[in-house]
């Protein structure tokens, strides 16, 4: 248990449905983090939020639309998917001051797109 | 950041000590060393960082050659759960909350019974 959470775990859609990813985080953390990790792929930043604010998206396609209502909370909305999204999805969160920036991930949702 | 670059796969013997290399070349001097791990399917975990010094916690040790382009991570006495993809990364250390990683391809630890 890292304190991050994400539902669902497992999650399959056909590319023209709509879904969301969600990830909670009870650490009291102030950023957090979405990633994604393609088969045999190592992992890749697609966004940052710091503060509830959008400070990095890494040249996401934009059926990817990320939510971060408050600091504890990070969505990750998905629509018109197409099948080479399937992967995992990680979702991570990080704190000033807490060993040097040390990100604390959750389990993932692993996507399968058909 | 500066690059690293590590073997893509070891195998160690359950019991023994797992000593996995990185070499940083281009590190800045106030670039951190790192080290995470991810089990199979499952989000990377922080296992230990340092600058210059060795460092050692519950989990394992870290030792940063002096000349500081090249580290080792070891983990003791490697058992079955130690078997994860390992990730070396070199940055500097946020100032503020948004400290991103960027991941290699890692090496792949096999503990072998």
């Known amino acids: 248990e890292t304190g991050v959470t994400q539902t669902p775990r497992h999650l399959v859609m056909g590319m023209t449905n709509k879904k969301s990813l969600k990830c909670e985080q009870h650490l009291g953390h102030n950023a957090m983090y979405w990633y994604k990790q393609s088969a045999k792929k190592p992992l890749e930043l697609m966004f940052v939020y710091n503060f509830k604010e959008q400070t990095e998206n890494n040249s996401v396609p934009s059926r990817f639309s990320p939510e971060c209502p408050n600091s504890s909370h990070l969505f990750l909305h998905l629509h018109t998917l197409q099948p080479e999204d399937s992967a995992l999805y990680l979702c991570a969160s990080s704190q000033a001051g807490g060993r040097a920036g040390e990100l604390f991930f959750g389990e993932g949702s692993r996507l399968t797109v058909l | 950041d500066a690059k690293t670059t590590q073997p893509p796969s070891m195998d160690c013997a359950e019991g023994r000590a797992a000593n996995l290399p990185c070499n940083h070349s281009t590190i800045s001097g106030n670039e951190y060393v790192y080290w995470y791990r991810q089990i199979h399917s499952q989000g990377p975990q922080y296992i230990i960082h340092g600058l210059k010094n060795n460092e050692t916690n519950e989990m394992a040790s870290l030792i940063i050659t002096e000349d500081r382009k090249s580290s080792t991570l070891i983990l003791p006495h490697a058992t079955l759960r130690d078997t994860a993809v390992y990730y070396c990364?070199?940055?500097?250390?946020?100032?503020?909350?948004?400290?991103?990683?960027?991941f290699g391809q890692g090496t792949t630890l096999q503990v072998k019974p």
């Open positions: 990364i070199v940055r500097v250390p946020p100032e503020s909350n948004t400290g991103k990683l960027i």
